[in-house]
């Protein structure tokens, strides 16, 4: 079946960064791409960026450009979020989650989500 | 960027009522708009996909329509288990996404 298992919580200070790695199973890595999207506490989802795991290709909506980053290991179908200038508003659970693939666009798997603090 | 806006907010209702959440999205998005449930300390689980179509698994009791840039996600009778909070997202400019704001269910 598939699966995203992510890494565990961390705490950061502030003006750190943190990297969130979301690994696959049960599926092709390389044919769906990887969203993530994060929730803070009490508060909705936002969206944060998408990889295409196959070309690398990213996209990042305004807000995060600059701050985010995400990559892939295509050889240990994993990937990872990291992002930088950590602040206090960044506090959140991080979530992976498969997204589009060549047919198809809606987040049918997701990770278990990690929870990162930011605090001094 | 297209923003999605759901009502209500929160709504309270009690075991055995029909449901009806309502989406709209800021410019015409055809039928794409996915509905996610969302129970506390969990991740989102996807309900509808492409405004109608129930996702496996998923009870007939939970169905959705609409297309353009009103969309309605309905629970025909609420059993104890539907009691969380509810998000439309469009992927109409995937792989750019958007989700709308939630709406709270609650129990009366």
Known sequence: QVQLVQSGAEVKKPGASVKVSCKASGYTFTSYDINWV????GQG??????????????????????????T???????????????????????????GCSS?????????????????? | DIQMTQSPSSLSASVGDRVTITCRAS??????????????????????????????????RFSGSGSGTDFTLTISSLQPEDFAT?????????????????TRLEIK
């Open chain 1, 72 to 98: 892939r290991n295509t050889s240990i179908n994993t990937a990872y979020m990291e992002l930088s200038s950590l602040r206090s508003e960044d506090t959140a659970v991080y979530y992976c989650a498969r």
């Open chain 1, 103 to 120: 047919t198809s666009c809606y987040q049918e798997n997701w990770g278990q989500g990690t929870l990162v603090t930011v605090s001094s």
């Open chain 2, 27 to 60: 410019q015409s998005i055809s039928s794409y708009l996915n509905w996610y449930q969302q129970k506390p300390g969990k991740a989102p689980k996807l309900l509808i996909y492409v405004a109608s179509s129930l996702q496996s698994g998923v009870p007939s």
């Open chain 1, 38 to 41: 994060r929730q803070a506490n």
């Open chain 2, 86 to 102: 509810y998000y439309c997202q469009q992927s109409y400019r995937a792989p750019s996404i958007t989700f709308g704001q939630g």
């Open chain 1, 45 to 70: 989802l936002e969206w944060m960026g998408w990889m295409n795991p196959n070309s690398g290709h990213t996209g990042y909506p305004q807000k995060f450009q600059g701050r985010l980053t995400i």
